[in-house]
């Protein structure tokens, strides 16, 4: 499978993993309303960094495919 057909469905995935993401972080944000002000710190700043881990594998397969592209 060559780069143009990888990258169209890398964004796909990484649009999908990223809305769950969003989705699960709101709504566990939600239920630490009235936890301590260093305890809601911790888990935004882990929801707002922790999200690029799981898309690292996708960036990398997007990416490791060679691009056979026809020149002029």
């Known amino acids: 499978m060559n780069s143009s057909v990888r990258k169209p469905i890398a964004v796909l995935a990484l649009f999908v993993i990223l809305t769950i993401w969003i989705v699960v972080a ?43 592209r026809k020149g002029p």
């Open 26 to 68: 709101t709504s566990i944000g939600s239920t630490i309303t009235g936890a301590p002000g260093w305890l809601q710190l911790i888990f935004y700043a882990v929801a707002g960094i922790g999200w690029i881990f799981p898309m690292r594998p996708i960036f990398h397969w997007m990416n490791s495919a060679p691009d056979v």
